[in-house]
């Protein structure tokens, strides 16, 4: 993938800084996409499970996926799992099919090796490191061939839970005046509040 690259720039632009792990996830996104045979998804037609937590190293890979799959936060079409491994499985909601992209352990291990992880590792953010260091491990993470960053699994079906239709009415708060959704409505001293105000004393 080259730096003039849409998608790099876009990804840059909503990640923030620059940083190894955000391309990698723009390489597994489109690894992904490219093994089902599927477009960006500009609805809800793709899901993204992400195999990552929180608050450890190389979350920085949610974005890049979110950017070249379509599966964002807002869209509510990408959900983490939790394991603390660096592997994205893409489904195609209409069929089920789905394609597993798991990152290979040398890709990890080069990152995890690299002089912009020790600065890293003293609590320094991403974006004041100099770029001297983090340009080379970048660079790696987008030239590199599909296959030496990932092993892409086989296209099989799996089942997933069915969604529920989009709600669209909403409640004003009797006690803040402030709109929300109303499946999240509770009533409070017999007045419809939001579940903040439910919660307060
Ligand atoms: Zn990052
Ligand atoms: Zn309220």
Redesign the pocket.
Known sequence: MDKNDELYKAGLLLHGHKCPAMPMGLRAGLAALEALGVPRAADGQLIALIEIDSEHCATCYADGIQMATGCTFGKGNIRKLGYGKFVLTLVEVKTGRSVRVATRNEVIKRNQESEFILYRKQGIPASKIDLALVEPNIDFILDAATEDLFKIGPVTEIKLPAGRPHDFNTII??????V?VERYARVKNGQI??????E?N
């Open positions: 708060c009797a006690a803040c005046g402030e929300a509040v939001c579940m903040p105000c439910a307060k």
